[in-house]
T-cell receptor, first 110, second 117 residues
């Protein structure tokens, strides 16, 4: 069973920041939070991951609460090409299985 | 970065025939590969985990005699759908991770759209 809970859908205006929440209240101390996205009919694409500190890369920022029970993925300036299903996954950094939940369908509108 | 190539991207086959899907890690050695299946408007469902040189481990409810997985080398895993039926029509996706990628998540292939007619 997936260990995360995400809203099923979210709309965002082009050029604005998109804040995608994820609850992972049962996360273990050695589990990372990973974010992937899947554009229609393609394989999932890695976005970012973190353990407990906030992380930023060229695609997004990841904010993890101090108790690590939830996190937020931030797309700073959403574009139409960011329309996709976004998946939040918790997993160890070893050979554990990646289990996908339902994800959040993000639609960026002009 | 790590690249995983999946082939073919689309395949149509007749009911009762077998179809082989290849998953290759192009620039790293993949000690572990995963196979997923995705039905329309649904999330990815893990089918099996394969480690190079050993038998695959299948998730509950996945028929191992129907979905044959071979991981004979560190860069290639294959999924063969045997005696395919229309209900096997789906989007099949592989993912891989190697030692160098540990801690950095899994790289996914672009998927194979299987249609059984």
């Amino acid at each position: 069973d997936a260990k995360t809970t995400q809203p099923p859908s979210m709309d965002c205006a082009e050029g604005r920041a998109a804040n995608l929440p994820c609850n992972h209240s049962t996360i273990s101390g050695n589990e990372y939070v990973y974010w992937y996205r899947q554009i229609h009919s393609q394989g999932p694409q890695y976005i970012i991951h973190g353990l407990k500190n906030n992380e930023t890369n060229e695609m997004a920022s990841l904010i993890i609460t101090e108790d690590r029970k939830s996190s937020t993925l931030i797309l700073p300036h959403a574009t139409l090409r960011d329309t996709a299903v976004y998946y939040c996954i918790v997993n160890t950094d070893s050979w554990g299985k990646f289990q996908f939940g339902a994800g959040t369908q993000v639609v960026v509108t002009p | 970065g790590a690249v995983v190539s999946q082939h073919p991207s689309r395949v149509i086959c007749k009911s009762g025939t077998s179809v082989k899907i290849e998953c290759r890690s192009l620039d790293f050695q993949a000690t572990t590969m995963f196979w997923y299946r995705q039905f329309p408007k649904q999330s990815l469902m893990l089918m099996a985990t394969s480690n190079e040189g050993s038998k695959a481990t299948y998730e509950q409810g996945v028929e191992k005699d129907k979905f044959l997985i071979n991981h004979a080398s560190l860069t290639l895993s294959t999924l063969t759908v045997t005696s395919a039926h229309p209900e096997d029509s789906s989007f099949y996706i592989c993912s891989a991770i190697g030692e160098a990628g540990r801690g950095y998540g899994y790289t996914f292939g672009s998927g194979t759209r299987l249609t059984v007619v």
